[in-house]
């Protein structure tokens, strides 16, 4: 009788553990984020132009909370340096040819997209994810500037910038 009595007390503590876990569902915040981004085109250049040649492109952050618990989510952009080796300027380029360039966060072309260093700044956006207000998203603009009086081969200029999104 002994081994039947020690069987039901672990039946029912196996029980009330169940009904404890039952009661109190797990409960997890879990996020997923996606980043899409257009640079600036630029067009044909004219290195006899003395007024540098703008051109605007955008980056899109959208985070979607997948999980069951509110939470707030913080986005940080940087940006890499391309083909260049400093931020400032950047350079496309053409085989050995190089044209320079930047990118910036303003109008103004004072605060240059980088990482944080060499007078670069990064990024950044904070959403406040609900059961209710699931997704949200944000989008900027990237304006460019394309040096002016530059003197090079023609060519098709380009150049490749990674965005890292950390949240």
Do not use: E, H
């Not at 006899?48 to 955008?58: D, E, K, Q, R, V």
């Not at 909370?65 to 940080?76: A, F, H, I, P």
């Not at 260049?84 to 190089?98: C, D, I, K, L, V």
């Amino acid at each position: 009788m002994r081994g039947a009595g020690t069987s039901l007390k672990a039946a029912s503590r196996w029980a009330l553990c169940l009904a404890v876990w039952l009661a109190n569902p797990v409960v997890y915040a879990a996020v997923t984020c996606t980043v899409s981004a257009t640079g600036p085109a630029f067009g044909n250049y004219n290195p006899l132009n003395a007024a540098p040649t703008l051109s605007n492109g955008s980056i899109t952050a959208s985070c979607t909370l997948t999980g069951n618990v509110n939470t707030t989510v913080n986005l940080v952009s940087s940006y890499s340096k391309g083909s260049s080796p400093t931020y400032t300027p950047r350079t496309m380029t053409s085989g050995a040819n190089r044209l320079n360039y930047n990118l910036y966060y303003d109008a103004a072309l004072t605060q240059i997209r980088g990482d944080g260093t060499g007078g670069t700044q990064t990024g950044g956006a904070t959403f406040a994810l609900t059961t209710g207000n699931r997704t949200q998203s944000t989008t900027s603009t990237i304006y460019g500037q394309l040096f002016a009086l530059q003197d090079v081969a023609a060519g098709a200029y380009a150049d490749t910038i990674v965005v890292t999104v950390m949240y």
